[in-house]
Structure formats: structure tokens, C-alpha cells
């Protein structure tokens, strides 16, 4: 099986290197790594995250960044336990080599390691490893430059009509800017944000009033037109070098509900995605189609290679589909994870390790991986034609809550009850047809308090529940259930 030959790949890809460092949001970053047998737990001499998700990491350093830095998604990348210099010191005297596992760069980890000229004995597995590249490309501000060119391909204008500007006028203004009818809807993007932070939905000039307030004065945003009746989706690909050219692969389209509720802020944030919902065969063809343009462009115009998720908006005009791109993700995803037990479910090759490959082999490896991965278009295919998998996301309550209960592990959830917890490998386990009462959780440490976090502190997943509905955006009563239920037992209101 190719499956068997890539994990193979990917441990030997690790096996490298004298130490490897997890340097990232969340702890389970590593998950499929540890459930696949390509590394474990104890491999992991540095652990630095803001979210521990009960994965504990019992003989590693642990280094914890300041809590504020976990309160916004600039924190992640932007702030780092100063202890982690020392561990860097280390790595130089004892002329080790390290691969650190990152969703992005870090900044001053990067720079600490650039000041040492230390830049050959650490090898990071993001997308991007230079940080001012990726900070250009995370630019939600710069989307237009960045993907110039893909619609002349495509025949329509694939992004939805904005203009980058500061908020110091009033939502009259914005109106007239562009031409809009009374009453109409704009969305505010902060130029660096994900997860839904940093975005804002205005559709009066008391929305305009209170975004106002939060943005700093004189920040450039990008403000977007609303298309209305639009489904949010999120999909992901990898990007294989192949000499001048590359290869792109894709994984499935995902049903993607937001929702201005989550957090206290108000911001519009993303409550899940489903692909348990197959969408129409144009779709998935449009969806190829971008896709392979927007891989094409990254590669020849920014050397960029492994995984990118871009955001859409899918919507039917008449007799037809239209996907609207609303921004990329140059970074490990919130959804690379589910992405691939989506792989293990349909026999499919996770992009998840090819990406690992390319950026632990340093590009040495692209041929060996073509050859076992085969054609682009028959793997495409396949993956955006074969259901899968749906994860929803726990927030941080508005006030400082206990977590009561240990939550990590396998349930039964029948008639509104969650039931009979068990430990296991859950990349062996969802292959097997449980039905829609067993779900999956990860959650915070019991003991632990839950508060102002940006990212989400927990995660609730499975298959063949249908959490979001077919025909228009919006969650199911299943889903409603779900979420009320695990809440109430993980701060102990049940």
C-alpha cells in the first residue's frame, strides 16, 4: 500500500535529525504523527504551545509563552518563552540537528536562531520558514497581489470586490465607495488574522461604531462586499515541486459554518467543518481547478511548496456554480489534522506526511514522493468525491471557567447523553463504522481554567452525524445537542 511506503518515508525523514521540538499552538499538532507510529510522544525534547488539548509530554522540556500571547492570533507567532533561547544555545554547543514541528515561524525564535547563524541545525517543518515572507502571504490586504493573474484562467472574478483602507470614516462612506444599495453588508478584515479573528460583519453604522472601537486607529483592513446565500467552505493542498513546475494535490471541500457568537469580541469566526456533506460534481471541479491555478502561482512566484488552505465561498447564480476565494492559509491549518483521518477513510496518501516530507528532506526527496503518490488528477478526484470526517470547535467561555471534567478520548453520545470514555488510537479506530453515536474529543486538562483564549481550547469530532445542514448555511439540532452537552460536562453542570 503507498500509504505504508509514505510513513515509512516520513519516520525515516525525522529519524535524520538528533532532536525534534514542537513549537506551535496546540499539542496536538503531533497527533497523527504519534497515532501513525512515525514518532512518539517521548521524541519531543522541546514542547512550546499555548493550548495542551491533554496530550501532557511527561519527559520534555515544557516552555510556556505568556498568557497574554494566547489571547490573539499575532501572539502565536509573535511571542516566545525567552527560556527557549537557552535550549537553542544548547543545540549550538552540542552541534545537534533539530526538526521543529510549527504550524508558522515563530519570530523571535527565528531571529534568536538567525543571530546565532544557527540556521543549519534547525530545519522547521511550516509551510513557510522565513517569517517576513510569511507575514506578506498571510496579508489578507495583499490577497489581490498575491493571486493577480488566476482569474484571466478562470473567465470570472473569483474574489470577492474589496478595497484595502482604515476605518475613519463611516459606514455612509463605504456604501458609496461601492455603489451598494441600503442596507447591504461589508465584511472587515484585520491584514493579519485567521480563525475569524480580526473579522467583522457591518451592515449599519452602529457595526461600523463598534468595530471602530476595537480596530487601532489608522489600521488598514480589507473590506469586502457580502455575497449573500454564499456557503463558507475551506479547503486545503499541497504544493510538490517537480523542476520548474509543480504538482498540486487537494484534499476535500468542506461544509464550513461561522457564526458572530463565539467570541466575546464578536468577531465572525468559523464553529466547525463538515465533510460528511459530498458537494455537487461542478463544485468539486471548480474547486480542482482553483486550486491547481492558486498552487501553480505560490510555487513559480514565491518558491512555496507543501500544505496552503484557502477559505471560499460557494454559491449558485441560475444555473450555476460560482467559488469566490475569500483568503489563503500558508500555514497548518485548524483542519489539517481532520484532513487526514479524511485520507485514512478513503485510502488516500495524507498530504499531511508528504508535506513533512518535502520540508524535512529540504526538497530531496520530490521524486521519490511523486513516484508513490501518482497522477495529481486521478488523487484529486478521488479525494474530493469520497465523504469524510466533521470537527467542531469549543471557544473560551466570556468568564473564567474550571474544566471540571477530562474530556480526552472516545464517547458514546445517544439521546443527549455523552457516555462510556475510553482511550485508544483514534486513527485506528475512526476506520471503523461506529455510527453517529461515538465521537471524538480533545479538551483541556482537567483542573485547568478556560478563559480568553484565541484559539479554540477544544474539539469535538466524528463521522455520519450530520452537524450542518445540505442546503444552506446553518447547524443542525445534532449539532446543538453536541456542543450543550460536552459544555455542560466539561465545567461540570452535569
Known amino acids: 500500500m503507498n500509504t505504508d511506503t509514505i510513513i515509512s518515508m516520513c519516520r525515516e525523514s525525522f529519524s535524520a535529525y538528533d532532536e525534534l521540538w514542537l513549537v506551535s499552538a496546540r499539542r496536538d499538532h503531533c497527533d497523527n504523527l504519534i497515532d501513525l507510529g512515525i514518532v512518539c510522544e517521548d521524541d519531543f525534547t522541546v514542547v512550546h504551545t499555548h493550548n495542551d488539548l491533554g496530550r501532557k509530554f511527561k519527559n520534555s522540556k515544557i516552555l510556556t509563552p505568556p498568557k497574554i500571547s494566547s489571547k490573539s492570533f499575532d501572539g502565536i507567532f509573535s511571542v516566545v518563552d525567552d527560556r527557549i533561547f537557552d535550549e537553542v544555545d544548547r543545540v549550538i554547543r552540542d552541534d545537534l540537528r533539530v526538526a521543529i514541528l510549527a504550524s508558522s515561524p515563530n519570530k523571535p525564535l527565528?531571529?534568536?536562531?538567525?543571530?546565532?547563524?544557527?540556521?543549519?541545525?534547525?530545519?522547521?517543518?511550516?509551510?513557510?520558514?522565513?517569517f517576513d515572507k510569511y507575514i506578506d502571504l498571510e496579508n489578507k490586504t495583499l490577497l489581490e497581489d498575491i493571486l493577480s493573474g488566476i482569474e484571466s484562467k478562470l473567465g470570472y472574478r473569483i474574489l470577492a470586490e474589496s478595497k484595502?483602507?482604515?476605518?475613519?470614516?463611516?459606514?455612509?462612506?463605504?456604501?458609496?465607495?461601492?455603489n451598494a444599495e441600503a442596507?447591504?453588508?461589508?465584511?472587515?478584515?484585520?491584514?493579519?488574522?485567521?480563525?475569524g479573528g480580526g473579522t467583522y460583519k457591518i451592515s449599519n453604522q452602529s457595526d461600523f461604531n463598534r468595530v471602530q472601537k476595537i480596530l487601532p486607529k489608522g489600521m488598514r483592513v480589507k473590506v469586502s462586499t457580502e455575497i449573500a446565500n454564499a456557503y463558507s467552505a475551506n479547503g486545503s493542498l499541497c504544493i510538490v515541486p517537480r523542476g520548474a513546475?509543480?504538482?498540486?494535490?487537494?484534499?476535500?471541500?468542506?461544509?464550513?459554518?461561522?457564526?458572530?457568537?463565539?467570541r466575546s469580541n464578536g468577531t465572525y469566526?468559523?464553529?466547525?467543518?463538515?465533510?460528511?456533506?459530498?458537494?455537487?460534481?461542478?463544485v468539486n471541479s471548480l474547486y480542482m481547478e482553483i486550486a491547481k491555478s492558486i498552487g501553480e502561482i505560490l510555487y513559480k512566484k514565491y518558491g512555496y511548496s507543501g500544505i496552503v488552505?484557502?477559505?471560499?465561498?460557494?454559491?449558485?447564480?441560475?444555473?450555476?456554480?460560482?467559488?469566490?476565494v475569500t483568503e489563503i492559509n500558508p500555514r497548518w491549518q485548524g483542519t489539517t489534522l481532520y484532513q487526514t483521518y479524511n485520507a485514512i477513510l478513503s485510502n488516500r496518501i495524507p498530504l499531511e506526511l508528504i508535506h513533512y516530507i518535502l520540508k524535512l528532506s529540504k526538497g530531496g526527496a520530490n521524486n521519490k514522493v511523486l513516484g508513490t503518490i501518482g497522477s495529481s488528477e486521478d488523487y484529486n478526484v478521488k479525494s474530493v468525491s469520497s465523504p469524510g470526517v466533521y470537527y467542531l470547535k469549543l471557544y473560551a467561555p466570556r468568564e473564567p471557567k474550571l474544566i471540571k471534567s477530562d474530556m480526552n478520548g472516545r464517547w458514546n453520545f445517544k439521546d443527549g447523553n455523552i457516555l462510556n470514555r475510553q482511550q485508544l488510537n483514534i486513527l485506528e479506530d475512526i476506520k471503523k463504522d461506529g455510527g453517529g453515536c461515538v465521537v471524538y474529543i480533545k479538551s483541556p486538562s482537567l483542573g485547568s481554567v478556560a478563559y480568553g483564549e484565541f484559539s479554540p481550547i477544544g474539539y469535538i469530532f466524528g463521522k455520519n452525524?450530520?452537524?450542518f445542514k445540505r442546503d444552506k448555511p446553518g447547524a443542525t439540532s445534532d449539532y446543538s445537542r453536541l456542543i450543550n452537552t460536552v459544555s455542560r460536562k466539561l465545567y461540570g453542570s452535569l
Request: glycine share 4%; hydrophobic share 40%; charged share 25%.
Open 245 to 262: 513546475e509543480c504538482m498540486v494535490f487537494v484534499d476535500p471541500l468542506s461544509h464550513k459554518v461561522l457564526d458572530a457568537d463565539c
Open 269 to 282: 469566526c468559523s464553529v466547525g467543518n463538515d465533510w460528511g456533506i459530498n458537494w455537487p460534481k461542478a
Open 164 to 178: 484595502n483602507m482604515s476605518l475613519d470614516k463611516n459606514y455612509h462612506y463605504i456604501q458609496k465607495l461601492f
Open 465 to 467: 452525524l450530520h452537524v
Open 309 to 324: 488552505g484557502v477559505d471560499f465561498l460557494v454559491k449558485r447564480e441560475k444555473n450555476e456554480y460560482r467559488l469566490y
Open 110 to 130: 527565528s531571529d534568536y536562531i538567525k543571530k546565532r547563524s544557527a540556521w543549519e541545525k534547525f530545519t522547521i517543518t511550516s509551510p513557510v520558514d522565513d
Open 183 to 195: 442596507g447591504e453588508s461589508f465584511f472587515v478584515q484585520e491584514a493579519v488574522s485567521a480563525a
